[in-house]
């Protein structure tokens, strides 16, 4: 079972940072893609980042260059950082696997077989 975990979500200002990491539980993460999404309340999840088994890397128009896609093999680990978050970042966080393997990764949530239980981040004023 290919199952992440996410974790580091929380409360943080306008403008602040946050990083969240997807943990590998039961296999090698650097062998598939995985895709960050969100969920706000009452809008449909939508994309936020993926890294592919290759290293590529994809970003959504709304969060490009404030957040990096990142990871660390050893510790089996894939982290999404976002800076200057806004409001409208609000949202419940996940990170999902392909277990396909494409060295390039996709932005569909269909593409995605498993998925974390999802992590928090409220950006407050």
């Known amino acids: 079972q290919l199952q992440p975990v996410e974790s580091g979500g929380g409360l943080v200002q306008i403008g602040g940072s946050l990083r969240l990491s997807c943990a590998a539980s039961?296999?090698?993460?650097?062998?598939?893609?995985i895709g960050w999404f969100r969920q706000a309340p009452r809008k449909d999840r939508e994309a936020v980042g993926c890294?592919?088994?290759?290293?590529?890397?994809s970003y959504v128009d709304s969060v490009k260059g404030r957040t990096t896609i990142s990871r660390d093999n050893a510790k089996k680990t894939v982290y999404l950082q976002m800076n200057a978050l806004k409001a409208e970042d609000t949202a419940v966080y996940y990170c999902?696997?392909?277990?396909?393997?494409?060295?390039?990764?996709?932005?569909?949530?269909?593409?995605?077989?498993?998925w974390g239980q999802g992590t928090q981040i409220t950006v407050s004023s």
């Open positions: 890294i592919g088994s290759g290293g590529s890397l």
């Open positions: 999902a696997v392909d277990s396909d393997g494409p060295p390039y990764c996709s932005g569909y949530a269909s593409e995605y077989e498993f």
């Open positions: 039961g296999f090698t993460l650097e062998d598939y893609a």
